[in-house]
């Protein structure tokens, strides 16, 4: 049966792959150590920049800029890590001199790239816009890596600078085309009300007099004709009996030779007397009256070119009753033409009122949707030009710099050890990758190797019993190079260790350093 490995075989094989073990654990240290030494120093300087809400409460005055930090920041990054930006700094700082001769400028932008970390700070907070809780950056930390480490924390303060500039740069810019694209949309509804005001007047010019603020007048004016209408009526039917009554008793009544002279001037009087009437109610202008002004003015014409007494021996009538008849029949003819005439007035203008009122609902119905279309436009109107003020408000906020913005509570500072690599950590890992080396060459070595170490391992192999052992037999000069070999690994050990601590001192701490800090630690 095989037999189950005992502590005394792996110390065994441990003596025996002793130089395996050694050699390739020395090998992958020294290159370790040699990695560790060769690696360039990368310092690392790094701003941090506080995200500082607008002064004055939102409440009083609201930004138009109403995209989140993130976001902007985001858009921020963008333009300075742009390839006309990238390259203003590596020609206003020469980074990267012994790459130029064998690196394009793309390669060179992206290793520029690589070297800029852009980290957020994050914070639970409440959110003014939902009023929930949520997470907001609050913060965010610029680095700039290189070799020198006077450049890097140069470079990380000329980025923290174009981060706070393009920030405000972006804030001005969207706070500016928000008050002007207000301004537009201002002009845009401005000029559609004026051209709906022009379609009001023009619409209120032809619609004149059966518009619908005009119905309640028209209605009543409609119905104080038709009763003065129907007045003038009444008067008509009385002046024509009177005119039917008077040619009655003209016809009985005889006439003589004196009765025209006198009837021409009762009829004067009676004109004269209508004159007077009319006179009173209606103005000069008034056809009755400039008509009954013109008959007067004939008569008299005629009265005067012939007198009384050639009428009179003309043989015209001189009977006064006749005359009286006459004169009153002649007065109630000019009446009844006149008030004929003022009912027809009267008739003319009741029928121009209906059509006005049957009209209206039309006319109102259209010009209900002209002004609903003007009171929309004026509400637009007023609600661009809040906003418009608003905006020019905010525009404002963002000269004075009293809204959000960036402000940097840890500048980029001088980096004193480098940031990297990691020497010790490299070493560190050199040592347990060479002992797993070196464990790993003595187990592949020895699995295969066919050699017998063990007498009952030669038993279980061969077909015959183990009689004896005879030990390794040592001369003096295999002592003398054994105790060499000691010497040159102990001499080895001793250089390596030397050669450690002067590593440590040089390049990762120095010693006074190292041992005050292990000094107030043990205290």
Not at 119 to 134: E, L, Y
Request: proline fraction near 4%.
């Amino acid at each position: 049966m095989e037999q189950i490995p005992q502590l005394r075989d792996y110390i065994d094989i441990l003596k025996r792959r002793k130089w395996s073990l050694i050699l390739s654990t020395l090998l992958v240290i020294i290159a370790a150590g040699a990695l560790a030494l060769l690696l360039p120093p990368i310092y690392k300087s790094t701003s941090t920049i506080l995200i500082e809400e607008q002064e004055i409460p939102q409440n009083y005055i609201m930004s138009t800029v109403t995209s989140y930090a993130e976001q902007r920041l985001q858009v921020i990054n963008q333009r300075i890590m742009s390839t006309s930006h990238l390259i203003k700094i590596i020609d206003r700082f020469n980074l990267y001199p012994e790459l130029r001769k064998d690196w394009t400028t793309e390669e060179i932008i992206n290793k520029m790239r690589d070297d800029i970390q852009l980290d957020f700070i994050n914070a639970k907070v409440m959110d003014p816009r939902t009023g929930r809780p949520s997470t907001a950056t609050i913060a965010f930390t610029l680095s700039y890596e290189g070799k020198n480490p006077g450049l890097v924390q140069k470079v990380a303060s000329r980025l923290a600078s174009l981060y706070l500039e393009e920030n405000l740069k972006v804030r001005a810019k969207q706070v500016e085309e928000t008050s002007s694209f207000f301004n537009d949309e201002i002009k845009k509804v401005r000029r559609k009300i004026d051209k709906l005001e022009g379609e009001i007047a023009t619409f209120k010019e032809k619609h004149v007099d059966n518009l619908p603020e005009l119905l309640q007048s028209n209605m009543q004016s409609l119905g104080d004709v038709e009763r003065a209408m129907d007045r003038m009526r009444e008067q008509v039917r009385t002046i024509k009996e009177r005119k039917s009554y008077l040619e009655a008793q003209l016809a009985v009544t005889p006439s003589s030779n004196q009765e025209g002279a006198v009837a021409g001037q009762l009829k004067l009087a009676a004109l004269q007397r209508q004159l007077t009437s009319l006179s009173a109610g209606f103005s000069a202008k008034y056809p009755d009256v400039i008509k009954l002004k013109a008959e007067i003015f004939k008569l008299k014409d005629q009265l005067r070119k012939e007198p009384v007494a050639e009428k009179i021996e003309a043989g015209q009538p001189d009977n006064p009753a006749h005359v009286t008849l006459t004169s009153q029949l002649a007065a109630v003819e000019l009446d009844l033409a006149s008030y004929s005439r003022q009912v027809a007035d009267m008739e003319k203008k009741a029928a121009d009122l209906r059509q006005r009122v049957r009209t209206t609902p039309q006319v109102e119905k259209e010009y209900g949707t002209i002004l609903a279309d003007r009171h929309n436009l004026q509400a637009q109107y007023n609600d661009l030009m809040a906003k418009f003020l608003e905006s020019k408000v905010a525009q404002g906020l963002e000269k004075e710099q009293k809204g959000e913005r960036f402000t940097i509570i840890d500048p980029a500072r001088l980096p004193v050890k480098p940031y990297k690599p990691n020497r010790l950590a490299i070493i560190l890992l050199g040592v347990v990758l060479g002992l797993g080396a070196g464990a790993g060459t003595a187990a592949v070595r020895e699995m295969n190797d066919d050699a017998v170490y063990s007498p009952d391992i030669l038993s279980q192999v061969g077909s015959c019993k183990v009689l004896a052992c005879i030990p390794e037999i040592v001369s003096m000069q295999d002592k003398i190079s054994r105790r060499r070999r000691r010497l040159i690994i102990a001499a080895s050990v001793v250089v390596c260790l030397v050669a450690g601590v002067v590593v440590f001192n040089y390049v990762v701490m120095d010693l006074d350093v190292f041992m005050a800090r292990l000094s107030r630690k043990m205290l």
